[in-house]
């Protein structure tokens, strides 16, 4: 007997022989409403699957989202989403080993634009597409981390800037330059535009997002940035759900528990949270009604998330990774781990947030634990280590720089995360084995490591990444202090230095 495939025909065979919950509404009455850029885990996990939601309770249909990569990576999610009709298995996993397996269905179609820029647009133009929306990482915004500026100087960008000028869409490369010339044929066509939604981790996303494209766009034509301005809506929003990467093991877990093949499953937590800026040019989902906090002011929310949950990830990734941890859950047993993570949140993160009526941060500080304790998840510390250049600068390094401007709390912990990211970038763990830096700046950042055992402030120095944080002695005592120790004693015994100071 031949093995059964993911696909709509399949769809059937898994409601009628597996516990899998398969899509409560016909497919076929989808139509696209939401172009996406940086379909990956994530998305799926989170997004995609608040859609196929409100879509099995018969609303939200004209909201179909189409998929679009602009990275030679994306072609291997476009093949595996196209062979089984954009459907994917997305399985939630607790704590407590309890597995809620389901297919989703809210993905319609997938474009590569690299193959057909030209069709890439036309896509954006079309009338039916109200909300373009992005997961493209911390990364992707392409801007200056110390003066907040977008870099125009980017191969790339300035490639699709001079296309645009030259009225071209046929080379465009990037995600800036594919959705600026859907706006700007929109706007000659006299359609209405779309809102740009980001769901990326970035403090106010949605602000940061508009900058850019204000940017892009004013480098074209100044009358296009001022348009774009007056008529596109960049709300803000804060998303969370841990989702490791797809592995074999994944794979394989769907052959064996539910008899049917998934190319591209997706596993996650079973936690899942979006606080969502209620400001679009056009209609949207009705997403409050599968649990999204749609409200008026976001901030408050991304600075709990960002500087409470991804900086402690940060946190626990170099010192774990160096003490010789590769899974997430495998740290978190130790309680050392805990207590170091608590602290940090507890005395130096909390005091830099904003008021948040009725959220009770000593439940949620706590439920942060668990959730990093989750071993059904098989969360991995290199990925939590990966891109390090762009999360400490954006997750992090604003709590320090608060800190040190109103004097409410210390920096020591968050000088600790930063001097044992510095370790960890020097390309060795404590064991002499070589460590694997995934970052754009690996090379630069691993070379200027190399330096730190003779000069121990060679790490910060780079000003790109660190500012002036380098010049704060307050600051740089702390790093020090914790750097040396790292090198003479090792991640568990700084810890047990640090925890013994509290």
């Given amino acids: 007997m031949s093995e059964l495939h993911l696909s709509t025909t399949a769809l059937q065979s898994i409601a009628a022989n597996t516990d899998v919950t398969v899509p409560a509404y016909d497919r076929a009455q989808v139509t696209p409403g939401i172009i996406h850029f940086g379909v990956g885990g994530f998305h799926r996990a989170h997004q995609a699957l608040y859609l196929d939601k409100l879509m099995s309770q018969g609303k939200a249909l004209e909201f179909g989202i189409v998929g679009m990569g602009v990275m030679p990576g994306d072609v291997r999610m476009r093949d595996a989403l196209r062979s089984q009709d954009h459907l994917y298995t997305l399985t939630e996993k607790a704590p407590d080993g309890t597995e809620n397996a389901r297919v989703v269905g809210s993905i319609v179609d997938y474009i590569f634009a690299p193959e057909d820029p030209a069709a890439a647009v036309s896509a954006l133009t079309d009338e039916r597409i109200k909300i373009v929306s992005l997961t493209v990482t911390e990364g992707g915004y392409n801007f200056d981390h110390v003066r907040g500026e977008f870099d125009l100087s980017n191969e790339i960008i300035a490639h699709d ?84 990467e797809t592995t074999d093991a994944d794979r394989a877990d769907i052959v064996s528990k539910h008899k049917y093949v998934d190319e591209w499953p997706v596993v996650c937590e079973d936690f899942t949270q979006w606080v969502l800026e209620d400001k679009f040019v056009g209609p949207r989902p009705p997403y409050e009604e599968v649990g999204v906090e749609v409200v008026d002011d976001v901030v408050p929310y991304e600075l709990m998330k960002l500087r409470l949950l991804n900086a402690s990830h940060q946190g626990l990734c170099y010192f774990g990774y160096l003490a010789g941890h590769r899974m997430v859950h495998d740290v978190m047993a130790d309680q050392r781990f805990a207590d170091f993570l608590l602290a940090y949140m507890e005395r130096e993160a909390t005091p830099s947030l904003r008021p948040l009526p009725g959220v009770d941060l000593d439940a949620y500080r706590h439920e942060l634990i668990a959730r990093f304790g989750n071993s059904a998840v098989k969360d991995t510390v290199a990925r939590l280590c990966a891109e390090s250049s762009d999360r400490i600068p954006k997750w992090l390094l604003p709590v320090v720089r608060e800190n040190l401007d109103t004097g409410n709390a210390p920096v020591t912990l968050s000088a600790a995360i930063v001097a044992s990211w510095a370790r960890y970038a020097e390309g060795v763990d404590e064991q002499g084995e070589p460590i694997a830096i995934n970052d754009r700046m690996a090379d630069r950042l691993q070379a200027t490591a190399q330096n730190n055992r003779t000069d121990v402030l060679a790490f910060l120095r780079d000003r790109d990444v660190f500012g002036d944080l380098v010049d704060n002695e307050k600051f740089t005592t702390e790093y020090a202090r914790v750097l040396t120790s790292l090198h003479n004693q090792g991640a568990e015994a700084t810890l047990d230095m640090l925890l013994a100071e509290l």
């Fill in 161 to 244: 800037i001079a296309d645009l000028k030259a009225g071209k869409r046929d080379g465009l490369r990037s995600f800036y330059g594919l959705i600026t010339a859907g706006l700007l044929e929109r706007k000659d066509a006299s359609i209405a535009p779309f809102t740009v939604m980001s769901c990326d981790n970035i403090q106010g996303n949605g602000e940061m997002a508009h900058r850019m494209f204000l940017s892009f766009a004013a480098a074209i034509d100044p009358a296009l940035a001022e348009w774009i301005d007056a008529n596109v809506a960049f709300p803000n929003s804060m998303v969370d759900r841990i989702t490791p």
